[in-house]
């Protein structure tokens, strides 16, 4: 473990499939967007090293895929996550109707009760946009969860300073 780096937060990445979730962590990790980016296929891992008031952590972020061949995979991936973030695509109606199929993978495999689930509607750039924000901010409501709608194409600064926030949160709530 690096020396300044005062701790590793494991944070997962669950939702169906075609969303927009490697994207989300390309955007977020190394500063990049690739409109033809291929389906994760199991389980994608990427590490980045922030700075939260000071202090210095290390995300250890896991992509799972969203296909349902690979979920036999990914239950092993819940455990021991503080962090969850779940993503749905606002053109996609049916993406966010499966939320709650997610959270209920999320309770039956995650083995900790103080993770902190953040959900994000993705692809707000679209014009046929089926799911409208007031949804996404009441589901997330409901589920104590943080909430933020965006397009990874777009928003690089916010979608990093809002993802900083979540991270935050999760940093101190440990």
């Known amino acids: 473990m690096d020396e300044d780096v005062l701790t590793t937060l494991r944070i997962l990445i669950i939702s169906e499939s075609g969303v927009g979730k490697s994207s989300l962590l390309l955007r977020f990790t190394d500063d990049t967007f690739d ?8 389980v994608d891992f990427k590490v980045k090293t922030i700075s939260v008031d000071g202090n210095k952590a290390k995300l250890a972020i ?39 199929n997610w959270l209920n993978e999320l309770e039956t495999y ?47 600064f916010i979608i990093n300073e809002e993802f900083l926030n979540g991270v935050s949160i999760t940093f101190f709530s440990l």
């Open 62 to 100: 896991w992509d799972t895929a969203g296909q349902e061949r690979f979920r036999t995979l990914t239950p092993s991936y819940y455990r021991g996550a503080q962090g969850v973030i779940l993503v749905y695509d606002v053109t996609r109606r049916d993406t966010f109707v499966k939320l709650d």
């Open 35 to 42: 409109p033809e980016l291929a389906a994760t296929i199991g």
């Open 110 to 156: 995650c083995t900790r009760n103080d993770t902190v689930n953040m959900l994000v509607g993705n692809k707000i750039d679209k014009e046929n946009r089926e799911v409208d924000r007031n949804e996404g901010l009441k589901f997330a409501r409901k589920h104590s969860m943080l909430f933020i709608g965006k397009c990874v194409n777009i928003y690089l």
